[in-house]
């Protein structure tokens, strides 16, 4: 059986205390479930500022935890930003670089993306390098292309051998209820992962209804998680059909 990622992006919510009964209620779970670290690779990505707080409480139950975002520069006169050292040395093991809402919110172009996935690397942290089309890019049928632009700029000049993971995550399944159907997820991933050969995680409305389909899929590792991973119940009960 292939491993399963599991990755929850909690964008700019949840708490101390929300971080803290997180944990509480994932070890429950681990205890009902006790093959399921083996089986699985589970990592919270929070907000900046409740890393130490989820590395306090994560690290024993075999959960990892990566940041939403990081500088593409090292540390300096950068006002705002956080440097992949800093993460690294807070306990990060992964970080997303390029996820949409960078892209489209705060305009991050792929080059940009590029510079932060490179330092990442440097820094030793494992880049989830996000790509997606629009559904403008995919209703004028361009799906294939756009993909392709984003992960080639966006794994330039990696060294060979470099860990790093892909994410596809449509623009227009974020949040939005409205998942890819796991044949048209699986074509997408299967290209990306004929061209890079890395972990390759579909994201979009995941939730537990979808799950076991897309994650069957022969290209999909497993998944980037955003609604449904704010609650330790949903985002378990995605692994329930495994
Ligand atoms: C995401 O933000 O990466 C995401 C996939 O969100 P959601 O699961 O809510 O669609």
Redesign the pocket.
Known sequence: MKKIFLFG?W?MNQSLRATENFAAESAAFFSERPGLKAETEICIFPPFVLIPEAVKNFTNLGVTVGAQNASDHGEGAYTGEVAPSMLKEAGCRYVIVG?SERRHIYGESSELVNKKALNCLTSGLIPVLCVGETLEERDAGRTTDVISDQLRKGVKDFPAGAAYVVAY?PVW????GRAASAEDAEKVCRLIKDSVRVPVLY????KPSNAAELFSRPSIDGG?????SLKARDFFAILKNF
């Open positions: 992006n964008k996820h995550e399944a974020i949040g939005t994201g979009g409305s995941v980037l998680i955003g609604g449904a």
